[in-house]
C-alpha cells in the first residue's frame, strides 16, 4: 500500500477540465453551446439593432439622416401616429390574436372530440379514420387554404372567378365565408386538428384505465366521470395543445397571405413582410421581435401548465383495457359523418387541385375546357403563361424540385444528426446548467414565427459583412436548419430518455468506445425515433414557403416560392400542378420511409 | 488477487455530498454487501469503484494499481479496470438475442469466434439457459433475463464483478432461488464481489462481510454475525434483523466495571457485560432482538396481546408493557387473542446498550430480572 495519503481537497483544476473533456457528451455540448449561441442570438442581436438604425431607402429619403445611424423613428412611427398605428400595427395584431385563439379552440374541438371517439368508444372504421384524420396536418397548411378558395371562390367576391361550389350548385358563398379571418380559422383550426387529435388521443390512450375504472365501482355516472376525472386528467395537454396551435396559427404567414391578399386583411406576420418590402425595415423588424416575445410568453405559459401538472399522465402498463362506451344506434350516423367529413378534407384537395390544373379558363369544369398543357405542354401548346411549357416538363421546374430536395436532404441530414446528439448530450448530462443551456439554446428558435426569423436572417445577410451570405443556396440551408432544429433535438431528448443509462454502461464497462456504442447499441435500439427524427426536417423543408420567400435569390429558386409566384402573379393552373406535386411527393416520402422502417411522420393512435 | 481499497472517497453533487470520507478494505475472493436504506451512497460507491462515477476526491486502488487518484488524476475508464457489473434493470440490449447479448462483449475484447463461441455455450449452460440462446430479451421472463445478464458479465472472467440490486426486480421466490444461484456462482468464479442492496437478509444471507451506510457515511464494516449482535449504533441495530429490535429506555447506575443496574419498564434489572465498560451517561437505551423476548410462564414482565402475526414457522407478537409496545418471537404457530395477558422474559447473550443521547453501542452483554 503506498503510503502518500490522498487529501480530502477537491482534484486539482487540470485534472477536472481533463475529466470533464473525456466525456463525449461534453464535448457535444460544448460544440452546441457556441454554434447556438452564433446561429441564434447573435441574429437576435443584430435585429436588436435593426430596431434603432436608419436603413437605405426608404427610411433613409424619410428621415433625411446617414444609413446606420441611430433612431427611435421606427418606434415613434408604429405607436406615435394613430392613423397608422392603428392601420399598420394595432389592426393587424387584433387579426393576428383572433386568428390563432380561434384555430386553436377549433383545432381542440376536432381533434378532442375525434380522439376521444377513436379511443374511447366503439366507432366503427377506427383504423380507417385515424389514418385518414391525420393527413391534413401532413399536407402544408397553405394547400387547405388553396382549397379553400378553389371550393368556394365564385364570381361576386374577390377576382372573381368561379369556384367549384359555384360553378357545380350555383351557391355563392359571402366574402366573410371566403376570405378573411373566418377561413384562417377553419384552415388553421382544421390543419392542426390532428395535432390535438394526436396529443390528446395519445394521453386518452395511456392513461392509466384504473383512474376511470376506480371511479366506475363508486358508482359514478359515465358522464361524471368524463366531466370529474377524464377531462381534469387531460386538461393540461388541452391547454398546452391550445397554446402550441395558438402560437402557430399566429405565427402563419402563408394562410393568412393567401386568404387576406384579396381583401386587404392583414396579420401581423403578413403585415411585416409587407412593411419591409415597402422599405419600412425598422418597423418590421420591431414587429419581428414583438412576435418573438409573444412567442416566448406563450412558451413559458405551456411549460407553465406542463411543467407543473404533467405527473398526471403518467403512463402505466395496464392502460388499453378501457371498457368502450357504446354509441348503440348513433355508431353508424358518427362514423359515417366521420369518414365523409375525413375524407371531404383528405382527399378533396388532391382532386381540386388536379382539376384546378387542367382546366384552360377558371370556373369551367367542362372536360372540354381540360388539357395536360400546364403539366406536360411543349413550346408550341403553351400557353401565355409566363412558363416556356409543362411544369413536368420544363427545366425552371426541374431545378426547383432538384433544389429543393436537395435542400431538404441535406438540411435533414444535419437536422437529424444534430437533434441526435443534442439529445444524447443533453440526456446524459441531464441536470447541469451546459445541458439546460443547450436544450434551450436548440429550442429557442421555436419562439421565433418563421417570417421573423427569415427576416432576421436577411438582415445578417444584408448586412456589410455578411454580403456573401445573400441568395446563396447554404444561407437557406443555414436558416432551415437553424429553424427545424427544435423539433430535432426535442424527438432526440424523448428518445433518449427512452434508454436507461444502463444499457450504454453495460457496454462502457466491457470497453466498448463511444462511437460503437452509440453505432451498435443506441441506435438501433431507437431507429424508429432516430429515422423520424431525420424524416421530419426532410417534410418541413419541402413544405416550408414563409421562411424562404425573403431569402432566396430569386422567386422561382424554389419549388414552394415558385408557387408563391404562380399565385401572386395569376397562373393558377402552375400554382395547383406544383401544390399537387409538393403533396405528393411528401405523402411518397412518408409512406417511402414508413414502409421501411416502421418510422411514420404521425405515429397514429387508431386502431 | 483483486483486494479493493477505499481511501478517503467523498463524491459531493452540487448539492449534496452523496459519499463522506468513505475508507473501505475489499478483501481477495470476498462477498462484500454494501447495504443501507436507499439515497444512502452506495450504489454510488459501487459506480466509483466500477468507474462509472467520477469521486470528487479520495483514492481507489484495485489489486495495488491506483485507479483513481484525485491527486495525481489517474482515473482509468471501467474497461481498463478488469471488472464486471450486473444492474438493477439488468441492461439486455432488446435489440440483440441472448447470445449476442453475450458474445458482444467478447468481441470488443477482440477474442476469436471459435473461442467466443465456445465461451457463451459455457456461459449458457453455467446459468442453465441454454434453449434461449436465439431469443430476444423480450421474449424472456424477469428470471431468464437475470440470468442473461449474469452471463454476459461473467463472460469476460472478470476478477471482480460489481452487483447493483439484482434481485431487487424479481418475484419473492425467484430472489431465494437467484440467491443460492449467487452464492454458488460465487464460489465457483473464485472472484471477489461486491453486491448493493438494501434487504438486510439478502446481506445477511449472502455476504461474508457487510458494509452498512446511512447518508453518505459508514455505519459499520463487519461480517454478517457480528453486525447482527454487535451493531455498532442504533441505528444499524434497527436497520439489520426482522422484525426490528426492541428499543427500550433505561436508566442505569453502574455497580462494577462489568455490571450495571438498571431500570427499565418499572422493573429492576441487572446488566451484566461481556467485557469492562464504563456508563456514558445514564440515561440509556437498552436493545433486545425479539427472539430475546420470550413469551413464557414466569417471565417477569406482565404484557397485553397486541397483535399476533403467525408466519407458520414462526410467530411475531405484539404486545403492551407498561406503555411500550414490544415486539417478540415465538417458534411455531401460536395465536393470542386480542388484550390477552402474557408474560415476557428476557434471554440471550447479545442485549445491547446504546446511549441515550449518542445512541452509540457502550456494551452488550446478559440482562436477568432482579437486583445483584
Not at chain 1, 485534472?15 to 441574429?43: E, G, Q, W
Not at chain 1, 391578399?261 to 403578413?270: M, N, Q, Y
Not at chain 1, 414583438?290 to 411549460?303: F, V, W, Y
Not at chain 2, 417458534?331 to 408474560?343: H, I, L, P, R
Request: overall charge positive; proline content about 5%.
Amino acid at each position: 500500500m503506498s503510503t502518500l495519503q490522498p487529501s480530502l481537497q477537491r482534484e486539482p483544476l487540470r485534472y477536472r477540465v481533463r475529466a470533464f473533456l473525456a466525456k463525449p457528451a461534453n464535448l457535444i455540448l460544448l460544440f452546441f453551446l457556441t454554434a447556438l449561441i452564433v446561429l441564434s442570438l447573435m441574429p437576435m442581436v443584430t435585429m436588436l439593432t435593426n430596431m434603432f438604425t436608419v436603413h437605405a431607402g426608404t427610411e433613409k429619403k424619410m428621415l433625411r439622416l446617414k444609413v446606420g445611424s441611430w433612431t427611435m423613428s421606427h418606434f415613434q412611427m408604429l405607436f406615435a401616429d394613430p392613423e397608422w398605428s392603428r392601420a399598420n400595427f394595432w389592426t393587424p395584431l387584433l387579426n393576428s390574436l383572433i386568428v390563432a385563439a380561434g384555430s386553436g379552440l377549433l383545432g381542440i374541438l376536432i381533434g378532442g372530440t375525434v380522439a376521444w371517439f377513436i379511443t374511447r368508444s366503439d366507432l366503427k372504421c377506427k383504423k380507417f379514420i385515424s389514418a385518414v384524420f391525420v393527413f391534413p396536418y401532413m399536407m402544408p397548411a397553405w394547400t387547405l387554404a388553396l382549397f379553400w378558395i378553389n371550393m368556394f371562390q365564385n364570381s361576386r367576391v374577390g377576382g372573381g372567378v368561379v369556384g367549384l361550389v359555384e360553378s357545380l350548385f350555383g351557391v355563392c358563398m359571402p366574402e366573410w365565408f371566403v376570405f378573411g379571418l373566418f377561413p384562417m380559422i377553419v384552415v388553421i383550426g382544421l390543419h392542426y386538428s390532428p395535432f390535438a387529435y394526436l396529443l390528446i388521443g395519445g394521453i386518452l390512450k395511456n392513461m392509466d384505465a384504473t383512474l376511470e375504472e376506480s371511479a366506475t365501482i363508486l358508482k359514478a355516472r359515465r358522464m361524471t366521470i368524463i366531466r370529474r376525472i377524464t377531462v381534469p386528467i387531460v386538461m393540461p395537454a388541452i391547454l398546452s395543445t391550445f397554446l402550441l396551435i395558438f402560437s402557430s396559427g399566429f405565427a402563419s404567414y402563408t394562410v393568412p397571405v393567401f386568404l387576406g391578399s384579396a381583401t386587404r386583411t392583414f396579420t401581423l406576420s403578413t403585415k411585416m413582410r409587407a412593411l419591409i418590402q415597402a422599405g419600412y425595415e425598422g418597423q418590421g423588424y420591431i414587429m419581428a421581435f414583438l412576435s418573438i416575445l409573444l412567442g416566448t410568453l406563450i412558451l413559458g405559459i405551456n411549460q407553465h401548465f406542463t411543467g407543473k401538472r404533467k405527473s398526471f399522465t403518467t403512463v402505466t402498463g395496464k392502460s388499453g383495457q378501457v371498457s368502450l362506451v357504446k354509441l348503440k344506434k348513433a355508431n353508424g350516423f358518427i362514423s359515417a359523418l366521420l369518414i365523409v367529413l375525413t375524407l371531404f378534407f383528405a382527399i378533396m384537395p388532391l382532386v381540386s387541385f388536379a382539376l384546378e390544373s387542367v382546366i384552360i379558363q377558371p370556373g369551367n369544369y367542362s372536360l372540354s375546357n381540360m388539357t395536360l398543357n400546364f403539366w406536360i405542354g411543349t413550346e408550341d401548346s403553351a400557353f401565355e403563361t409566363g412558363m416556356p411549357a409543362g411544369i413536368l416538363v420544363n427545366g425552371t421546374m426541374w431545378w426547383g424540385l432538384i433544389r429543393q430536395v436537395g435542400l431538404a436532404v441535406a438540411v435533414a441530414l444535419v437536422v437529424g444528426t444534430c437533434g441526435m446528439l443534442i439529445g444524447y448530450a443533453c440526456v446524459r448530462r441531464r441536470g447541469t446548467w451546459l445541458s439546460r443551456a443547450v436544450e434551450n439554446l436548440a429550442f429557442f428558435p421555436y419562439l421565433m414565427p418563421a417570417m421573423a426569423f427569415g427576416t432576421i436572417y436577411l438582415a445578417v445577410a444584408t448586412s456589410a459583412s455578411f454580403k456573401w451570405l445573400y441568395g446563396s443556396f447554404f444561407l437557406l440551408g443555414l436558416v432551415a436548419a437553424v429553424k427545424f432544429l427544435p423539433f430535432a433535438s426535442r424527438s432526440g431528448v424523448n428518445s433518449m430518455m427512452q434508454i436507461a443509462p444502463e444499457i450504454e454502461e453495460a457496454a462502457t464497462i466491457f470497453g466498448v468506445p463511444w462511437v460503437t456504442r452509440m453505432r451498435r447499441i443506441l441506435f438501433p435500439i431507437q431507429k424508429s425515433a432516430i429515422i423520424s427524427g431525420y424524416l421530419l426536417p426532410v417534410i418541413n423543408v419541402m413544405r416550408e414557403v414563409a421562411l424562404f420567400t425573403l431569402l432566396v435569390p430569386y422567386p422561382r429558386y424554389l419549388l414552394t416560392t415558385m408557387l408563391f409566384s404562380f399565385n401572386e402573379t395569376g397562373y393558377a393552373q402552375y400554382g395547383s400542378a406544383v401544390t399537387l406535386l409538393i403533396i405528393v411527393i411528401i405523402i411518397s416520402i412518408n409512406s417511402l420511409v414508413n414502409k421501411l422502417t416502421g418510422a411514420s411522420f404521425d405515429k397514429g393512435i387508431g386502431g | 488477487m483483486p483486494q479493493i481499497i477505499l481511501e478517503h472517497i467523498s463524491k459531493r453533487f452540487e448539492k449534496f455530498t452523496a459519499v463522506e470520507d468513505l475508507n473501505l478494505e475489499i478483501s481477495d475472493r470476498g462477498f462484500v454487501t454494501l447495504l443501507g436504506p436507499s439515497g444512502c451512497g452506495k450504489t454510488t460507491t459501487l459506480r466509483m469503484i466500477a468507474g462509472l462515477e467520477t469521486p470528487t476526491s479520495g483514492r481507489i486502488l484495485i489489486d495495488g494499481t491506483p485507479v483513481y487518484d484525485s491527486d495525481r488524476g489517474i482515473n482509468l475508464p471501467p474497461n481498463r479496470r478488469d471488472i464486471g457489473f450486473l444492474f438493477q434493470n439488468y441492461a439486455l440490449w432488446p435489440h440483440m438475442t441472448v447470445e449476442q447479448n453475450i458474445s458482444f462483449g467478447l468481441e470488443m475484447l477482440k477474442w476469436d469466434r471459435t473461442r467466443i463461441r465456445a465461451r457463451v455455450q459455457e456461459m449458457l449452460e453455467l446459468l442453465k439457459i441454454e434453449q434461449f440462446g436465439k431469443r430476444y430479451p423480450s421474449e424472456l421472463s424477469g428470471g431468464q433475463q437475470q440470468r442473461v445478464a449474469i452471463a454476459r458479465t461473467l463472460a469476460p472472467s472478470p476478477r471482480v464483478l460489481f452487483m447493483d440490486e439484482p434481485l431487487s426486480n424479481l418475484d419473492a421466490k425467484l430472489r431465494g432461488e437467484m440467491r443460492t444461484e449467487l452464492k454458488r456462482l460465487h464460489s465457483e468464479t473464485n472472484s471477489t464481489f461486491v453486491y448493493v442492496t438494501h434487504d438486510q437478509l439478502e446481506a445477511m444471507t449472502l455476504s461474508t462481510k457487510v458494509c452498512l451506510m446511512e447518508t453518505g457515511v459508514l455505519q459499520q464494516y463487519a461480517p454478517p454475525l457480528e453486525i447482527y449482535n454487535r451493531p455498532a449504533n442504533q441505528f444499524v441495530a434497527s436497520f439489520v434483523g426482522n422484525p426490528t429490535m426492541n428499543f427500550i429506555p433505561a436508566w442505569a447506575e453502574q455497580k462494577d466495571p462489568k455490571t450495571l443496574q438498571v431500570r427499565m419498564l418499572d422493573t429492576a434489572v441487572t446488566f451484566e457485560a461481556d467485557a469492562p465498560f464504563t456508563l456514558p451517561e445514564q440515561e440509556i437505551i437498552a436493545g433486545i432482538r425479539p427472539e430475546f423476548l420470550p413469551i413464557r410462564e414466569g417471565g417477569a414482565l406482565k404484557a397485553s396481546i397486541y397483535s399476533t402475526l403467525p408466519a407458520g414457522m414462526e410467530t411475531t407478537v405484539k404486545a403492551h408493557c407498561r406503555g411500550t409496545l414490544l415486539t417478540s418471537v415465538v417458534f411455531g404457530s401460536v395465536d393470542y387473542a386480542v388484550d390477552e395477558e402474557v408474560f415476557l422474559d428476557i434471554t440471550g447473550n447479545s442485549i445491547v446498550l446504546f446511549g441515550g443521547t449518542d445512541h452509540r453501542t457502550f456494551a452488550s452483554g446478559r440482562m436477568r430480572f432482579g437486583e445483584k
